[in-house]
């Protein structure tokens, strides 16, 4: 079981700090996607087991920042100078092995219910 916090509204250029606290974090791996009404979720970023290894959508590179503390079961999502195209409905995802994926097709796993992050312009 997963579940989000942090999401709301911001205005451009501003700051979230998104956080998905699971069960169990121990030895997978973790995630973040978003997605906006009629597309389909779109992968954001995710970490490996270890956290020492560490993948970003494109749009996400350099703003975007994800992280883990396992003695929390959590995982996180800092999000920097957000833009409006930023806007959507984000969701955790834990994997089921220690590995992140680099098809946004093979995230099998457990997802939550999603928390919405709103930017204005």
């Known amino acids: 079981q997963l579940e989000e916090s942090g999401g709301g509204w911001v205005q451009t250029g501003g700051s979230l700090t998104l956080s998905c606290v699971a069960s169990d974090t121990t030895n997978v791996a973790m995630g973040w996607f978003r997605q906006v009404p009629g597309k389909e979720r779109e992968f954001v970023a995710a970490i490996d087991w270890s956290g020492k290894s560490t993948l970003y959508t494109d749009s996400a590179k350099f703003r975007f920042t994800v992280s883990r503390d396992d003695a929390k079961n959590t995982a996180y999502l800092q999000m920097n100078n957000l833009k409006p195209e930023d806007t959507a409905v984000y969701f955790c995802?834990?994997?089921?092995?220690?590995?992140?994926?680099?098809?946004?097709?093979?995230?099998?796993?457990?997802w939550g219910q999603g928390t919405q992050v709103t930017v204005s312009s």
């Open positions: 995802w834990r994997g089921k092995g220690r590995f992140y994926f680099t098809n946004p097709s093979d995230y099998h796993g457990d």
